[in-house]
């Protein structure tokens, strides 16, 4: 079967850090491109940060960029977001996405399609 599985959630004060990990089984992640999204309550969904998994620069969304870092591992076929300087307004439920041949800004772009996503992880940033 194939599914995307996130880690990494969690409580964190203002200005701490989390590192989420999205893991995907039961298929290869070379030929996609993997997006980290997030939904706060009340709220619609967002792209935060986006990284085709073949190679490329990643694409990250103007509220997060120099705090996010999107990366990937070949061997562990993972794809994880380190998440420094977090503020209350990042507290959402993230959840990982993968589509098949796509840039990465278009797959961080609005009402994009995507082949697979995974169940999500809590994050919350509060003191």
């Known amino acids: 079967q194939r599914q995307l599985v996130e880690s990494g959630g969690g409580l964190v004060q203002p200005g701490g850090s989390l590192r989420l990990s999205c893991a995907a089984s039961?298929?290869?992640?070379?030929?996609?491109?993997i997006g980290w999204f997030r939904q706060a309550p009340g709220k619609e969904r967002e792209a935060v940060s986006c990284?085709?998994?073949?190679?490329?620069?990643?694409f990250h969304d103007d509220s997060v960029k120099g705090r996010f870092t999107i990366s990937r591992d070949r061997d562990k076929n993972t794809v994880d977001l380190q998440m420094d300087s977090l503020k209350p307004e990042d507290t959402a439920v993230y959840y990982c996405?993968?589509?098949?041949?796509?840039?990465?800004?278009?797959?961080?772009?609005?009402?994009?399609?995507?082949?697979?996503w995974g169940q999500g992880t809590q994050v919350t940033v509060s003191s």
């Open positions: 996405a993968a589509r098949r041949n796509i840039a990465a800004q278009a797959m961080c772009g609005q009402l994009v399609q995507v082949d697979y």
């Open positions: 990284l085709r998994f073949g190679g490329g620069s990643a």
């Open positions: 039961g298929f290869a992640l070379d030929w996609y491109t």
